[in-house]
């Protein structure tokens, strides 16, 4: 009937507002970790190993550093991370995402 409460709607609810939280928060993370100088020295080091080419394409040169995995996000292993140029960046790697 119309007082019939529907908890697993609720519940659904709740846990996709709880989630967007703990998504927010970890791009506020993720921000101010790409702002610090360990990972400015990580970035360096990863385009100069990729003599600033975009490892994506191959043709653009490298602006950014993708991580290819964030399981060891503070602590990366070098080989998560590859130089990428902005086009492939925002509108291959990350098209579904932003």
């Not at 975009?54 to 399981?71: F, G, I, M, N, S």
Request: hydrophobic content about 30%; glycine content about 4%.
């Amino acid at each position: 009937g119309p007082n019939y409460i529907n908890y697993s709607k609720i519940k659904q609810i709740k846990y996709e507002k709880e989630n967007e939280g703990q998504k927010k928060q970890w791009f506020v993370d993720h921000s101010e970790y790409l702002k610090t100088d360990k990972w400015k020295a990580i970035r360096l080091k990863v385009l100069k190993r990729d003599d600033y080419l975009c490892e994506a394409c191959l043709d653009a040169p490298a602006q950014d550093v993708h991580h290819k995995t964030y399981e060891n996000i503070g602590d990366e292993l070098m080989y998560e991370l590859i130089s990428v140029c902005r086009d492939c960046h925002f509108n291959r790697i990350h098209k579904d995402k932003v």
